[in-house]
């Protein structure tokens, strides 16, 4: 049955409303039999009369019977509006396209929400008390209708190829280009601050929820955090993000240092960082990293074709003051 759900899989596909593929049991009138069959999802389910041929899923394909199931469209949800809202879904700064709620932490007695300094506070760029919208405005997140939290809190990145502020620097570069104005020269000069030597550790940021009533301490499709632990070499972790969901993956370097690239010749070097394999896209940013048992070691904040980098939580905790995370007794 599995190679011919694979044999069949891009021709059903191409017929108009497939969602998805899959093997199960045949139900009828809502109820499951033990038929074994090839089972094809579909956005809306139709009289057989208002599908045009080519559209229609045969009843039996190679000897196999087919069930059709009406599933609707299927959306990733880490996306979307939660009410209350998840960690592991979209979320950011009014000013920002989109990043991830990584979890509900405690400094003292306040509730806030974790995640990058470059997703809730625009890599240093935010005021405190800025709108933080879920979701992100990239999924379509907007102010005030999805504002849920308040910048609190971030540390500081020091991020090299900004333009600098030394004002030697900038009274050299007026001259320079006033004496170039005076010869005709369409070159202008500026000053960029070159990489500082100081190296960060965390990329990191807090929000305070505009109503404890609007979260939840639940990371989506992996539960509650159990405990605080620190990292180690080879340990399994997974990560629920708001552009690849669930994923798994294993710390496969320590003690890393590593330069960040914070936009077009802008770049952070960081220490003391975790590595591990392919497990993040553009949008998990501030993912919280687990353990297979839901124990949160890190902070996911970049990445690679290739590779994951994730500040370490004792790290985060401590340069934030954080307390604990969250329990759903907190909230109350």
Do not use: W
């Amino acid at each position: 049955m599995k190679k011919i759900l694979k044999a069949n899989e891009k021709k059903l596909f191409k017929k108009t409303g497939v969602q998805a593929i899959g093997l199960g049991f045949k139900k009828k009138d809502g109820i499951t039999s033990n038929i074994k069959s090839l089972i094809v999802s579909v956005d809306k389910k139709l009289p057989l009369d208002l599908i045009k041929k080519k559209n229609r899923i045969p009843m039996v394909i190679d000897g196999v019977l087919t069930d059709v199931v009406e599933t609707g469209i299927i959306k990733a949800m880490h996306t979307k509006k939660h009410r209350p809202a998840l960690a592991g879904t979209s979320i950011g700064h009014v000013d920002i396209t989109a990043g991830t709620f990584g979890c509900l932490v405690k400094r003292k007695s306040d509730i806030l929400i974790l995640s990058n300094n470059h997703v809730l506070a625009c890599s240093n760029e935010a005021k405190l008390g800025d709108p933080i919208i879920q979701p992100g405005a990239y999924d379509n997140g907007k102010y005030p209708e999805d504002h849920i939290a308040n910048l609190e809190d971030f540390v500081y990145i020091e991020i090299g190829g900004l333009e600098s502020l030394c004002p030697i620097g900038n009274l050299i570069k007026n001259i320079c280009n006033f004496l170039a104005k005076c010869i005709g020269s369409k070159t202008r000069f500026s000053t960029i601050k070159l990489q500082s030597k100081k190296a960060n550790l965390v990329d990191c940021a807090i929000a305070r929820p505009v109503d404890l009533k609007m979260v939840t301490p639940e990371i989506m499709e992996i539960g509650l955090i159990k405990e605080v632990i620190s990292a180690q070499l080879d340990m399994k972790i997974k990560k629920s993000g708001r552009t690849t969901g669930l994923t798994h993956g294993v710390i496969e370097q320590t003690n890393v240092t590593v330069n960040v690239q914070y936009g077009e010749g802008k770049i952070a070097k960081f220490e003391d960082q975790l590595m591990a394999g392919k497990m993040c896209a553009g949008g998990d940013s501030g993912s919280a990293v687990l353990t297979e048992d839901n124990k949160l070691v890190g902070l996911l904040f970049a990445g690679s074709e290739n590779s994951t980098v994730i500040n370490r939580i004792e790290n985060v905790f401590d340069l934030l003051k954080l307390t604990d995370t969250a329990k759903p007794e907190n909230l109350v």
